[in-house]
C-alpha cells in the first residue's frame, strides 16, 4: 500500500461519542484543516493537494466534519454552525491540542470565524478560502451544490461548471472520490438535512460587521476571482473589516484555490503560517 492511501484512509477518535475520521501528518505547531460543504465533501477530497506539502513544516490535522465523510452522523444530530464549531473545538480537545492555526475552506472559513469568536487564545492564525462573509447572497453556484442528486455525471457537471476555471483538474479521479461520498449510506440524507430543514443549519451562516471587527486573530484571506460559489466581492469585505488581515486572490481561479492553483496555494499559506511546506 503507497503512502497516498495510507493517508487517505486516515484513523479515527471519539468526539463527544461521536467517531470522528480524520488525517494526522507531521510534526510541529497543528494546522487545522477545515472542509467546506459541499455534496461529497471530506477531508481528504478537500485537502489532498495540501495535506502532505504544508505536513513538511507543521502537524497537519483534516477532519472529516460530523455528517461529512467517514464520520458518523448520529441520528439526534441537528446541524448547525454550533454543532459543527463544538465538533471542532471537541476534536482538539479529544487529541489535547491546547492551541492551533485554522484553515477553513467555505463553511469551514465560517467555523474558523465562530471559533475566534469563541475563544481566540486558542487560535495561533486563521486562513479563509473561498469563505462566506459579509456581503454573502444566494449564488447561482450555491444553488447548483443545494440541487445536487447524486450521480456521476451531476458530479462533474457540478465540479465542471461552477468549481473550477481549468475544468482539466476535474479527473475522474476526483469525480469518483466526490460522487462516492455523496452516495454513500446516509450521506445525501444528512446533506439535505443540513441545508433544507428549518431547524438544522440553512441559512443560519450569516456573520454580521460587528462579528467580523471583532475577530482579532491575524487572517489570510485567499479566494479565487471566478470564484462562482463565493464571489471575491466577499473577500473584499471582510479584509476591509478584520483589524488584522490580508489579501491574496488568485487570477483564473474558481473556488478551489487549494486544488486548481495547489502548489503556489501552499506557498502563499505555508509563508502566512511560517511553515516551510515541500513543493
Known amino acids: ?10 484513523r479515527y477518535v471519539d468526539v463527544n461519542g461521536v467517531n470522528t475520521h480524520y488525517h494526522d ?6 494546522v487545522v484543516l477545515l472542509h467546506g460543504s459541499g455534496p461529497g465533501v ?6 489532498q493537494h495540501a495535506i502532505e506539502p504544508l505536513a513538511a513544516g507543521a502537524r497537519v490535522l483534516a477532519l ?11 441520528a439526534d444530530v441537528r446541524y448547525s454552525l454550533r454543532t ?17 492555526s485554522v484553515i477553513g475552506n467555505s463553511l469551514g472559513g465560517r ?17 479563509l478560502m473561498g469563505a462566506p462573509g459579509v456581503g454573502m ?8 451544490l443545494r440541487a445536487y442528486t447524486p450521480s456521476a455525471p451531476a458530479m462533474r457537471d457540478l465540479l465542471v461548471n461552477y468549481f473550477a476555471v481549468d475544468t482539466s483538474i476535474i479527473t475522474d479521479e476526483l469525480v469518483t ?12 440524507e444528512a446533506y439535505r438535512l443540513m441545508f433544507f430543514h428549518p431547524d438544522h443549519a440553512g441559512g443560519q451562516l450569516g456573520i454580521t460587521e460587528e462579528q467580523v471587527r471583532a475577530i482579532t486573530v491575524p487572517t489570510l484571506l485567499v479566494h479565487g476571482r471566478e470564484d462562482r460559489v463565493v464571489p471575491v466581492d466577499v473577500a473584499w469585505n471582510m479584509v476591509r473589516l478584520l483589524p488584522d488581515a490580508d489579501l491574496h486572490v488568485f487570477a483564473r481561479c474558481g473556488h478551489w484555490t487549494q486544488i486548481e492553483r495547489a502548489a503556489e496555494f501552499n506557498t502563499v499559506v505555508g509563508d502566512f503560517l511560517r511553515i516551510a511546506p515541500r513543493l
Open 64 to 74: 472529516d466534519l460530523v455528517g461529512f465523510g467517514a464520520t458518523e452522523r448520529p
Open 25 to 30: 501528518v507531521g510534526e510541529g505547531a497543528p
Open 1 to 10: 500500500m503507497t503512502a497516498t492511501m495510507n493517508l487517505r484512509e486516515g
Open 84 to 100: 459543527w464549531t463544538d465538533h471542532v473545538w471537541g476534536f482538539l480537545d479529544a487529541l489535547g491540542i491546547e492551541k492551533a
Open 111 to 127: 467555523i474558523a470565524c465562530q471559533m475566534a469568536e469563541d475563544d481566540r487564545s486558542r487560535l495561533d492564525r486563521l486562513v
Open 137 to 144: 447572497e444566494l449564488t447561482d453556484g450555491l444553488k447548483a
Open 177 to 188: 472520490i466526490r460522487y462516492e461520498a455523496s452516495a454513500a449510506p446516509g450521506a445525501h
Open 42 to 47: 471530506s477531508a481528504w477530497a478537500n485537502w
